[in-house]
C-alpha cells in the first residue's frame, strides 16, 4: 500500500537530459509532464513519482527532486503570508 502512495506522490524536479538525450526530444516524448520551466540545459516540471521513476529507468534524464507538491504549496502560502504582514 505505501508503494501506491509513493507512486501518487507528485513532485517538482528539475530533469537533466541524459548524454544523447535533448530537450526538445524530452519535450517530445509523450511523457505527460507538466512543464513549469524551461532552460537551456534542464526542465522543471511537476511529475508523478512514477513518471519520474520511468525517466530514470529508461536513463532519459537525471532527476533531481526538489519538493513534493504539497511541500511547494505550503511554502509558496508561507511566503504569501509573510508578504501581508
Do not use: C
Request: hydrophobic letters at 35%; charged letters at 35%; aromatic letters at 6%.
Amino acid at each position: 500500500m505505501a508503494d501506491t502512495q509513493d507512486q501518487d506522490t507528485r513532485w517538482i524536479a528539475r530533469l537533466t537530459p541524459a548524454a544523447g538525450v535533448n530537450l526538445e526530444r524530452l519535450l517530445q516524448m509523450s511523457l505527460g509532464l507538466d512543464v513549469w520551466q524551461r532552460n537551456r540545459n534542464a526542465l522543471v516540471v511537476r511529475a508523478y513519482e512514477g513518471q519520474l521513476k520511468e525517466l530514470e529507468r529508461r536513463r532519459l534524464a537525471s532527476v533531481e527532486r526538489l519538493y513534493t507538491e504539497l511541500e511547494y504549496l505550503s511554502e509558496k502560502e508561507s511566503e504569501g503570508e509573510e508578504s501581508q504582514t
